[in-house]
């Protein structure tokens, strides 16, 4: 079998297990935001916050809610990294610069999971399990909540209501993601990942160059526990700088496979549960489509160019094989690049910055559509809606209709709002690009040179407003620059997007529904998931042309 | 005070008491528990699946380590120690860091694009030497036998893998240095060559510490 055959067999496989657990994490998804009992241990919960979860709020409260919980979140992982020298369980490690404690906060509250540390050489087990891996989980609940929230501004009508922020948070984490990250940790230990505390300390080895025998120096660590949540909760940041390359996070080509399935079920069953909250399943599908013709096609486009293995160096070598594992080799490689920047995962188990250059520009361009197909836990079913919002509109426009989506007429506010949405983050990437190759000093940081040093900048930016956190990691990026810019653009690159979303959420809720009639435009319908694949390609395609064409694509042609 | 500002004030104390309480499920509840659970069952797996030769820990099967001579006087890189199999380059960190060829203790790809002309070097020295170091007398390495991991670096640094052509093209070398039969050097490899999971998933690899071990077995038997 040749190795074009086995990728292609490995992403069947991969579609064959997403599609049995489509319905029951679906349904159990819709299942979770709608029950009426409350587990004990969630009771607990609630009566140590002191909250009442029956409470239902409307858009502006739960918004309060959301940036309450996250500010308290940067706050906190920001003093924890700055204490860390005092802190028991540091492995020696010193406290983190505030640069980058700022940086690494912002990184991990906004689910986005940049590193400008090295995760060895830079992170005890405290910050680690206790600071890093905890906003894996809450900032994953805190998007699938807001994206409930959404739905349910979509399914209910002449209320402003919204649910409660901290019923779905703690729900989300207790019920969906804890018994998720326990059993995928499981599985990664079973297979070799690391699960332990020793820290830092000798083991032998097998040759020191002058003799047999002699010891190196391992890093122990709660790899596996941090690994679980990290790709269900489409995270991404690593506990080694390799991240998903090292070893220890990820052992084998089945874990690799299994890691790419854990970051991509979570974001597509969302889509069955949506479709049960608005009450057609359908329109589920519709969206599921959608998500998935753009996933098949990315990933075909990926392994098609990688294993072309166009550049200059990769043709020396006969192989683009720089910065991939042999374990896992292009074809595992290119499945898990595409479906890590189409996510808001950003884990990487082969560097982006040594794929050939179309590659990469996949890469980035995955991430420039907004994190929709599938997208992040939560953020992609928000930001796919977004979308489908702006396609009704289109279409409202070619027949000369008001537009309505789910029931719902979109009327000025909604599409104002709409609009905000998919302004925010073409504008945070494109201006702060801008910024950093205007000024003398960034573009210092750079490690290649012509079209893929402006890439690493534009790769950079991308992947923080669009809370990824991948990265052309030749970029130095721990800088006061880099580490003050992009831990803003990740915090506006979450943050603003959610308002809109609360805020077009509480309109909807509000409205009465509309009537279908026979001028209804079928959104069910494969016409419109044709339609609303084509609009978020021209969108995106449109808005970020230009800088891709200076970068990747001059990369990628030249070559 | 006024109102919004107290609002506000209970609003950011309700939080943290939530992140409070979650941190305690999520950030000490759960590794711990998971932790117990990986050791109690997959005790030699959670610890870095050591191995053993002689009865010594010599490393991790999952981790690839290097096989050179000791630094000569005003050497950078060593060099390769011949008599061993050889393990993929790793061109480590680049200029962001040290180059920490197979240390574990800093992980990392070079993140050079296909165009960067420190790769393009990298790649054709590493060439001419993969081809130099094996063509023994009887058997020349033609260019169009290296295959592109012999002459790349993985993206961990530490890929504990080659490709079974890697393998392959060292044989000869290793007879020869060793003073070993061909045939018994080629069983070694095919012995230790892994297939794809399942027959599809991943790639072909020969664990190079592993074969190594084996090859040290080899040596002591003849």
């Not at chain 1, 505030?98 to 906004?110: E, G, H």
């Not at chain 1, 950093?436 to 012509?450: E, R, V």
């Not at chain 2, 007398?137 to 079974?164: E, N, Q, R």
Request: net charge neutral; charged share 15%; with cysteine.
């Amino acid at each position: 079998m040749g190795p074009v055959l086995a990728g292609v067999l490995q992403l069947l496989a991969l579609i064959g297990a997403l599609a049995l657990c489509y319905i029951p994490l679906g349904n159990y998804m819709a299942k979770v935001y709608t029950s009426d009992k409350h587990w004990r241990v969630e009771k607990w919960i609630y009566k140590g916050i002191g909250a009442n979860p029956d409470t239902e709020m409307r858009w502006p409260a739960y918004l309060r809610g959301v940036l309450a919980f996250s500010a308290v979140g940067v706050l906190f992982l920001y003093l924890l990294q700055r204490i860390q020298g005092s802190l028991p369980g540091s492995l020696g490690f010193k406290a983190i610069d505030p640069d980058q404690a700022f940086n690494t906060a912002a990184s991990f509250v906004t689910n986005t999971n940049w590193q400008s540390y090295y995760g060895e050489q830079a992170m005890g087990h405290v910050v680690q399990t206790a600071g890093l891996a905890v906003q894996n989980f809450v900032s994953a609940a805190v998007g699938i909540a807001v994206a409930v929230a959404l739905v349910r501004g979509f399914a209910r009508s002449r209320t402003g209501e919204l649910g409660n922020f901290w019923s779905d948070l703690v729900r989300g984490t207790i019920r969906i993601l804890v018994p998720g990250a326990v059993i995928a940790a499981v599985v990664l230990v079973a297979c070799g990942a690391i699960q332990n505390f020793s820290g830092i300390h000798e083991v032998g080895q097998f040759f020191n160059g002058h003799s047999m025998g002699g010891s190196q120096q391992w890093n122990g660590g709660a790899v596996a526990s941090q690994e679980a949540i990290k790709e269900l909760g489409t995270n991404g940041g690593g506990y080694f700088n390799a991240n998903s390359a090292h070893p220890f996070e990820n052992p084998t080509p089945f874990t690799n496979l299994f890691e790419i399935f854990l970051l991509l079920v979570i974001p597509f069953a969302l889509t069955r549960t949506f479709g049960i909250l608005v009450g057609s399943v359908k329109q589920g599908y519709a969206i599921l489509a959608t998500m998935a013709t753009i996933w098949l096609g990315f990933t075909a486009l990926m392994m098609w160019t990688e294993f072309a293995h166009h550049g200059p160096a990769f043709q020396i070598a006969g192989g683009a094989m720089e910065g991939k594992e042999t374990r896992f080799g292009v074809g595992g490689s290119s499945i898990f690049a595409v479906a890590t920047t189409l996510t808001s995962t950003g884990a990487v188990d082969s560097f982006h910055s040594s794929f050939t250059g179309l590659g990469g520009g996949i890469t980035m361009l995955s991430m420039m559509l907004g994190e929709i197909a599938p997208g992040g836990t939560g953020s992609g079913l928000y930001g796919i809606l977004i979308m489908a919002i702006i396609a009704v509109f289109i279409a409202g426009l070619m027949v000369g209709r008001t537009p309505e989506y789910l029931g719902k007429k979109i009327g000025t506010r909604e599409i104002k709002l709409a609009a905000c949405y998919i302004l925010i983050t073409p504008a945070l990437v494109l201006i702060f690009t801008a910024f950093a190759m205007a000024l003398p000093t960034p573009a210092n940081s750079m490690t290649n040179s012509g079209a893929h040093g402006f890439g690493e900048i534009l790769y950079a930016y991308t992947s923080a407003a669009n809370n990824n956190g991948s990265a052309f990691a030749g970029l130095n990026a721990d800088t006061q620059w880099f580490n003050s810019t992009l831990g803003l653009a990740m915090l506006l690159g979450r943050f603003l997007p959610m308002v809109f979303v609360l805020a077009l959420a509480g309109s909807l809720a509000e409205q009465k529904p509309v009537p279908v009639t026979a001028g209804t435009l079928r959104t069910e319908k494969p016409l419109f998931t044709g339609l609303l694949v084509g609009a978020i390609l021209i969108i995106t395609g449109l808005t970020y042309f230009p800088a891709l064409a200076l970068g990747p694509l001059a990369e990628g042609l030249a070559s | 005070m006024n109102n919004s500002a107290i609002n506000t004030a209970r609003l950011l104390w309700a939080g943290l008491r939530a992140l409070l309480v979650l941190t305690l499920v999520t950030g000490v509840v759960y590794p711990l528990v998971v932790t117990g659970i990986a050791q109690g069952l997959f005790n030699d797996k959670a610890n870095g699946s050591e191995i053993k030769a002689d009865g010594k820990v010599v490393g991790s099967s999952l981790i690839g380590q290097a096989y050179n001579l000791p630094l000569k006087k005003g050497q950078e890189t060593p060099e390769p120690d011949l008599k061993w199999f050889q393990g993929r380059p790793q061109n480590g960190l680049g200029t962001n860091s040290v180059n920490t060829q197979y240390k574990l203790i800093l992980s990392g790809a070079t993140n050079r694009s296909g165009d960067n002309a420190d790769l393009i070097e990298w790649v054709k020295d590493a060439k001419a030497a993969v081809i130099k170091d094996n063509s023994v007398a009887g058997y020349t390495v033609k260019p169009s036998d290296v295959p592109a991991d012999a002459v790349t670096s993985s993206g961990s640094g530490l890929d504990p893998d080659i490709s079974p052509r890697y393998a392959q093209i060292q044989v000869h070398r290793i007879a020869d240095k060793n003073g070993l039969p061909v045939a018994e050097v080629d069983k070694l490899v095919k012995d230790h060559t892994e297939g794809r999971t399942l027959g599809f998933m991943g790639e072909p690899r020969v664990n190079v510490l592993e074969l190594n071990i084996a090859l040290k077995e080899l040596i002591k038997g003849n």
